[in-house]
């Protein structure tokens, strides 16, 4: 059990179009999300929580107009990246907090690439 | 603030020896998780462990073993008789806990990535 997916796995753009991103908790429910970002043999950098039925909420430093992120339900949240740019290229990784727990399960993550 | 410290980007080891991966972490918080995932090449996160702050015990697991001590603010993990399968990136992780917002954000370290050469 605690199966997190995400969808697509990878994904080429190009420059400004919008990209969106789902991540889908399998067989649990969570209301809490979060959104991970992950440059090329660096760390994962906290992006936003997405709370359902609520604004996310963003990290220092991460434009929420660019990076627009809908809880819909208490499987899935979408990130979508808007008008998207070469440095916007990144690993894209969601994890999904299973209800009345501290227990985080990690999607398989989503390579984007801006062209 | 919250800090999570890698001091080791890379170790190189041979297959068969042991290695230790160093953690050193930063809160105000008394209460706390933290955490060991294993990141191999196809990125996803491999979850290892989870320890809440008031479990200083040490756990092993397998060819796995993690030594948490408050006092120095460490949560290192030894690989012992390490094998070519545990070649990846290895991040260490704090969580707070705030209250009943029940949220886990996660700091992580840099990342030790660990070769295993055969």
């Known amino acids: 059990g605690a199966v997190v997916s995400q969808h697509p796995s990878w994904v080429i753009c190009k420059s400004g179009t919008s990209v969106k991103i789902e991540c889908r908790s399998l067989?649990?429910?969570?209301?809490?999300m979060f959104w991970y970002r992950q440059f090329p043999k660096q760390s994962l950098m906290l992006m936003a929580t997405?709370?359902?039925?609520?604004?996310?909420?963003?990290e220092q430093g991460v434009e929420k107009d660019k990076f627009l992120i809908n809880h819909a339900s208490l499987t899935l949240s979408t990130l979508t990246v808007t008008s998207a740019h070469p440095e916007d290229s990144s690993f894209y990784i969601c994890?999904?907090?299973?209800?009345?727990?501290?227990?985080?399960?990690f999607g398989p993550g989503t390579r984007l690439t801006v062209t | 603030a919250q800090k999570v410290t890698q001091a080791q980007t890379e170790i190189s080891v041979v297959e068969k020896e042991d290695v230790t991966l160093d953690c050193v972490y930063e809160?105000?918080?008394?209460?706390?998780?933290l955490f060991w995932y294993k990141q191999p090449p196809s990125g996803e996160l491999v979850f290892l462990i989870r320890r809440n702050s008031f479990d200083e015990q040490n756990e092993i697991s397998g060819r796995y073993s993690w030594n948490f001590q408050k006092s120095t603010s460490s949560f290192n993990f030894t690989i012992t008789a390490s094998q070519v399968v545990d070649s990846a990136v290895y991040f260490c992780a704090l969580s707070e806990v705030h209250g009943s917002s029940n949220t886990g954000k996660l700091i992580f370290g840099q990342g030790t990535t660990l070769q295993v050469k055969p």
């Open positions: 994890s999904a907090e299973r209800d009345g727990s501290y227990e985080q399960y």
């Open positions: 809160t105000r918080d008394t209460t706390y998780y």
């Open positions: 067989d649990f429910q969570a209301t809490t």
């Open positions: 997405s709370n359902e039925g609520s604004k996310a909420t963003y």
